[in-house]
């Protein structure tokens, strides 16, 4: 069967732990469910666990496409989502990360740990020096990243980053606002797919 292209490719970087409040699963099942009703694609990590897990079951059960791309270690310890539309499998983190950033159309990161934090503060980097003009987004699920976004301006204040790289951030508390904003600004529809009309 011919599948269209997808509509949009989305990054996502969460945890490969779920949390402990249940409102972070929920947040990352709206979340692929949100890619997959708009016949967009998710690009992750390619894990299996937490998260990462629930945001790619979410795509696929809602019609989406999943590219997942996980470093050969990760794969070993069998942490590999093998349900995936696309798995690949690379040599470094380095190289997922790179792969990753040019799957995608916009970035978002939701609740999720050290990881998490270390993918998004590259992909808004890559953005502030130029190697990419893509969105970059933090879903704000519960005031999550309240304390994150204080010391960025904190960072400011106190002379070590300009406001205009704040300002490269989108943040929204919830999907329904967050994700429509990302993608249109990458010049991207988010219109339903024709079968969820």
């Not at 969105?135 to 400011?156: A, C, E, H, I, K």
Request: include cysteine; hydrophobic fraction near 40%.
């Amino acid at each position: 069967m011919n599948r269209m292209p997808p509509a949009f490719s989305l990054c996502v970087y969460c945890g490969s732990r779920h949390g402990n409040d249940p409102v972070f699963t929920e947040v990352a099942q709206e979340v692929g469910h949100w890619i997959g009703e708009h016949a967009g694609q998710l690009v992750y990590g390619g894990g299996r666990n937490g998260l990462m897990g629930e945001v790619a079951q979410a795509t696929l059960a809602a019609g989406g496409s999943v590219v997942g791309i996980i470093p050969k270690a990760l794969q070993e310890r069998e942490w590999a989502h093998d349900g995936c539309s696309e798995l690949h499998v690379v040599e470094t983190m380095h190289e997922r990360k790179r792969m990753m950033m040019e799957r995608a159309d916009a970035f978002v990161a939701l609740p999720g740990g050290i990881g998490t934090f270390e993918e998004f503060f590259e992909v808004w980097t890559w953005r502030q020096l130029g190697y990419h003009n893509k969105p970059v987004g933090l879903l704000n699920t519960q005031g999550y990243y309240d304390n994150l976004l204080d010391f960025t301006r904190q960072s400011t204040s106190a002379g070590f980053m300009g406001e205009w790289q704040n300002e490269l951030i989108r943040s929204a508390p919830t999907a329904s606002e967050l994700l429509p904003l990302l993608i249109n600004e990458a010049g991207l529809s988010t219109a339903p797919r024709a079968d969820q009309l």
